[in-house]
């Protein structure tokens, strides 16, 4: 089993930033891509962003422009930099990682971390 795990969340003011990590565990032998994902309450999980091992990128459209992914092949973790922060913003954000630890490719997520940007 891969374990992936998060850090970086907190509380922040409006405008601010963040920078969450996301490091998977020794035992991966390849990453396809890998991304983040964000839940606020009453609301469904949805992407934020994602980054193949080739570095293509892709981003949801409320956070284009203030976001940026980054993928560290060699440590096994992906970056999340958040700027302009905004009360929306707020949320549960979840690292996904398509990953192989040798046999075949397959979806795994972290715990959670908690993100909450105060107006």
């Known amino acids: 089993q891969v374990q992936l795990v998060e850090t970086g969340g907190g509380l922040v003011q409006a405008g601010g930033s963040l920078r969450l990590s996301c490091t998977g565990s020794?035992?991966?032998?390849?990453?396809?891509?890998m991304g983040w994902y964000r839940q606020a309450p009453g609301k469904q999980r949805e992407l934020v962003a994602t980054?193949?091992?080739?570095?293509?990128?892709n981003y949801a459209d409320t956070v284009k422009g203030r976001f940026t992914i980054s993928l560290d092949n060699a440590r096994n973790t992906v970056y999340l930099q958040m700027n302009s922060l905004k009360p929306e913003d707020t949320a549960v954000y979840y690292c996904?990682?398509?990953?192989?630890?040798?046999?075949?490719?397959?979806?795994?997520w972290g715990q959670g971390t908690q993100v909450t940007v105060s107006s």
């Open positions: 996904n990682g398509h990953i192989s630890t040798g046999l075949r490719y397959r979806d795994y």
């Open positions: 020794r035992n991966i032998f390849s990453i396809n891509a």
């Open positions: 980054i193949t091992s080739g570095s293509t990128t």
